[in-house]
């Protein structure tokens, strides 16, 4: 069986110059853990929900080194504070700023097989799928999954 068998052909795609807003808002609408980023018709990244989040968590950070008992009372003041300064900063960055740029691609008339081998080998959940260099369809795991 090839890929292009099993392969979502409407693939949800994120522009580089989105928002990181937007681009979670995209992933949490369409109930999906990664994008590719296109640009011009060609892919310039992906984005998964593991590099939001680690983003996320490069922004947040608490110290809570043997903390004394009036910084317990005043670390959900703290944390609230900490929050809306990383939801700012977040606010300006960009998809581009983000994107894993050496995207793991497959062609739509390889083996489900090979997609299978590519995952495993990169430790990666999805792989878009080109024909001519360019993006025709996304392959999961779980596409995988139900075609073996």
């Known amino acids: 069986m090839k890929v292009k068998d099993v392969m ?4 949800v795609t994120l522009s580089p110059e ?13 109930r999906i853990s990664g994008a590719p980023v296109v640009e011009g018709g060609r892919i310039a ?10 983003l996320f968590e ?15 009372i005043e670390l959900p003041v703290k944390m609230h504070r900490q929050l809306r300064e990383a939801a700012r900063r977040l606010s300006v960055r960009k998809v ?4 894993t740029r050496e995207v793991i691609t497959i062609d739509e008339d390889a083996s489900v097989e090979e997609a299978a081998r590519k995952m495993a080998r990169h430790r990666i959940n999805r792989l878009p799928v080109l024909r001519e260099g360019k ?3 996304i392959v999961t795991r779980g596409d995988v999954i139900k075609a073996l």
Not at 45 to 54: H, N, P, Q, R
């Open 96 to 99: 581009k700023d983000i994107m």
């Open 8 to 11: 979502t052909r409407q693939v």
């Open 135 to 137: 993006l025709v369809g």
């Open 45 to 54: 990244g992906i984005v998964s929900e593991a590099d939001l989040m680690k």
């Open 58 to 72: 490069s922004e947040m950070s608490i110290s809570l080194v043997l903390p004394s008992p009036l910084e317990i």
């Open 18 to 30: 989105e928002s990181i807003e937007e681009a979670a808002k995209k992933l949490r609408d369409n």
